[in-house]
């Protein structure tokens, strides 16, 4: 939680069950949307976090978002300054913005930051009658999914090969290319 309230909150917990980071969602979900449920707006409930958020785990070095967040490659940009390998995307996207831009999203987040993206998503029509788009999914750092559910729930394993983000870094050097001042540099 946020000094001040409730909010979006993504929780790494390690296998003795002690939390090891938390991650307040940044980007505030505040558009209108053509659904029954016809408008969002995240910032009237919940408080926005202010910092990104990588954690050390077995697997790599996670970089946490939520959901929208998914819209802003800045964010990535800076979990990747940080040391991320894996960029996890817990998320409830609607099923009119999931099937317009989910995986177009997903996919240019992992090509960019050259990180594996691990994307969770909430699927089906909820008690309310708001309306999730599913199809969580695994994509590799050159972009690829390589496992991917559909609008149910399911639970899946996929295989993340760290080595593959160096190799595609090492091949295609695009942080060293980058000409802007707020340019990212990777660890």
Not at 46 to 75: K, M, Q, T, W
Not at 166 to 171: G, L, N, T
Request: net charge negative; charged share 20%.
């Amino acid at each position: 939680m946020t000094e001040q309230g409730v909010s979006t909150t993504c929780l790494v917990i390690d296998s003795d069950g002690e939390r090891q980071a938390h991650y307040d969602k940044l980007h505030m979900f505040d558009v209108d949307v053509a659904d029954s449920h016809k408008q969002y707006r995240e910032s009237a409930i919940f408080n926005a976090g202010d910092e990104s958020v990588v954690v050390d785990s077995p697997f790599g070095r996670l970089g946490l978002s939520i959901c929208y967040d998914v819209r802003f490659p800045h964010l990535y940009s800076e979990l990747v300054q940080k040391g991320a390998q894996i960029i996890i995307v817990p998320a409830a996207f609607t099923a009119v913005t999931g099937q317009a831009h989910w995986e177009t999203l997903l996919r240019a987040r992992a090509i960019e930051t050259q990180c594996w993206v691990v994307a969770v998503n909430q699927a089906g029509t909820h008690p309310c009658g708001r309306q999730t788009w599913g199809h969580s999914m695994v994509i590799t750092p050159w972009g690829e999914v390589t496992v991917s559910a559909q609008q149910e729930a399911v639970s899946f394993v996929a295989e993340i090969e760290l080595a593959q983000i160096q190799q595609i870094r090492s091949a295609m050097p695009v942080a060293q290319h980058a000409r802007f001042e707020n340019k990212f540099k990777r660890q």
